[in-house]
């Protein structure tokens, strides 16, 4: 979507805010021996409490309301009885809505002690966005973004894992424009004030082919090897953009 006025605005930042504060807590409820459906029950009480609900679950009938995948689980992962272990990354999706307004954002947590390289391919997921962030202002294109977001995984010796990109929100959850997180020559709308988009770098440390569960929804790496995502949804501005979940 578009934001048109302070209307939306307003709707978007709250959203946002709503979001960015649920991550945080989970994050802080991520320890060795919880079960990621717990994890998940806390998210729908929260959400309830301030009024949101969870979009997937509305949407698309996700069996959740958060996405938690684990390790080399890439996205999409399904709240279930499995404790989370010493040594897990832990990656939080969590899309909502409130009054007509949609927010997206992943937050990672480790648990334990982790593997040095695990430790920098989530790292490198962050920085990776920050790169995105500097070209995500009105006038620049969305090849813009993908090429700065590409060129950060590639210094780290990570791969991006090009299928999964950013999107369109605002409204409900999955929007155009698709942000690519490589150089995609074919990526060549420009941005505008006022867009509202995710920017997602998902990232492998292995090989970037992934495959799809029975269960039809989790993605996992095909090599068995770890996977890092970090997301914030944000308005494009003339200058550096708002991120509407980090507020």
Request: proline share 5%; charged share 25%; aromatic share 4%.
């Amino acid at each position: 979507m578009t934001a048109e006025g302070d209307k939306d605005i307003t709707g978007l930042k709250a959203i946002g805010r709503i979001v960015d504060e649920i991550l945080s807590l989970l994050c802080a409820e991520v320890h060795a021996g919880v079960t990621t459906a717990e994890l998940d029950a806390k998210a729908g009480q929260w959400l309830a409490e301030r009024g949101a609900l969870p979009t997937p679950k509305q949407v698309y009938d996700f069996p959740g309301n958060l996405c938690i995948s684990i390790n080399d689980e890439v996205v999409h992962g399904i709240p279930s009885e499995r404790e989370i272990q010493s040594g897990d990354l832990v990656k939080l999706d969590l899309t909502a809505d409130k009054d007509g307004y949609v927010a997206d954002a992943t937050r990672m947590a480790s648990v334990g002690p982790m593997d040095k390289r695990v430790l920098k391919l989530a790292r490198c997921a962050e920085a990776a966005l920050g790169k995105g962030l500097e070209q995500a202002r009105a006038g620049r294109r969305l090849r813009d973004i993908g090429r700065a977001v590409e060129a950060e995984v590639r210094r780290q010796g990570f791969a991006i894992i090009p299928p999964l990109q950013g999107h369109g929100v605002g409204r409900t959850v999955h929007e155009l424009p698709n942000v690519p997180n490589y150089d995609d020559p074919a990526a060549t709308q420009e941005l505008h004030e006022g867009l509202i988009i995710t920017l997602e770098p998902i990232i492998s440390m292995g090989k970037p082919d992934i495959r799809q569960l029975s269960d039809g929804w989790t993605l996992k790496t095909r090599d068995g090897s770890y996977s890092a995502h970090y997301e914030q949804t944000i308005m494009v501005t003339k200058g550096a953009p708002l991120v509407l979940t980090a507020q």
